[in-house]
């Protein structure tokens, strides 16, 4: 593939494995700096698979990965933490410690990481509450939360570092509409405001391609479908209709058993 030269993640030919069972095979894809990219596909497609590879966590078995102009995987672990310091990570359950109040668990990735002095930790940390509409919330406990406002903290601590790079794993997950719309506005809002690239999977079609720039269809081991919203409204693609549709019977196969098989030859 010929990748644009914008593009923050480029995967090109890319294969996916845990152990002999291959996920995914031959993907290509390309996110361009500055976009959002919705990632949709079937529970257990490989969703989650492209985004480890994407944060160095699962090495390809053939293909190349780039991620903000560096080859993965990297030569060493410390040159694969340097990257990820240019990553922020939302991830489904959110992550949250309960032992820290929600000030400190939005610190952590500054204390962590940096040795800025306490007032600008401060200020930053308060930045970030504010963004998301928790400018009051640092001293709650995370018991204290509900979902939504978790799922805000989540963000908030994802984004705290200012990350060019975004991966969002099921942000809607267990939220009611009010909540879902609320999240999807922060990541639209937060990657314009910043100037991000990001990726979100999720199971939240229509949410979810409302703020996309592109949308990629994850399905039979591979990407079956790459373009715009409006790209993917008009196909007529028996398998992407299937999907975007809900119907259980079509191209796209649900028993394990054969897919098993398949992928062991």
């Given at each position: 593939m010929t990748p644009p030269e914008d593009a923050a993640v480029v995967f090109d030919r890319v294969t996916l494995a845990y152990g002999p069972r291959t996920i995914l095979s031959g993907v290509d894809m390309a996110m361009p700096r500055g976009s959002i990219t919705a990632v949709l596909g079937p529970s257990g497609a490989g969703k989650s698979t492209l985004l480890r590879a994407a944060v160095g966590e699962l090495d390809p078995s053939a293909g190349r990965i780039t991620v903000l102009g560096a080859p993965l995987p990297r030569p060493s672990v410390r040159s694969l933490f340097a990257l990820r310091r240019h990553m922020g990570v939302m991830l489904q359950g959110n992550g949250l410690l309960s032992d820290l109040d929600v000030f400190e668990n939005v610190a952590l990735p500054l204390r962590t990481h940096t040795r800025l002095p306490e007032a600008l930790i401060v200020e930053l940390v308060r930045m970030k509450?504010?963004?998301?509409?928790?400018?009051?919330?640092?001293?709650?406990?995370?018991?204290?939360?509900?979902?939504?406002?978790?799922?805000?903290?989540?963000?908030?601590?994802?984004?705290?570092?200012?990350?060019?790079?975004?991966?969002?794993?099921?942000?809607?997950?267990?939220?009611?509409?009010?909540?879902?719309?609320?999240i999807v506005e922060l990541i639209r809002g937060l990657n314009e405001a910043l100037g991000m690239t990001s990726l979100v999977i999720s199971h939240n079609i229509h949410e979810v391609v409302a703020i996309a720039d592109q949308v990629l269809i994850v399905a039979n081991r591979g990407i079956v479908f790459a373009g715009a919203p409006d790209e993917l409204a008009a196909t007529d693609d028996p398998l992407v209709r299937q999907f975007m549709d809900g119907l259980p019977d079509g191209p796209i196969g649900f028993d394990y058993r054969a897919t098993k098989k398949a992928n062991h030859g």
């Open positions: 509450l504010a963004a998301v509409g928790l400018a009051e919330a640092g001293a709650l406990e995370v018991n204290e939360l509900s979902g939504g406002m978790a799922r805000r903290v989540a963000l908030a601590r994802a984004v705290v570092m200012d990350p060019p790079l975004m991966f969002y794993d099921e942000p809607l997950t267990g939220l009611d509409p009010i909540a879902c719309g609320v």
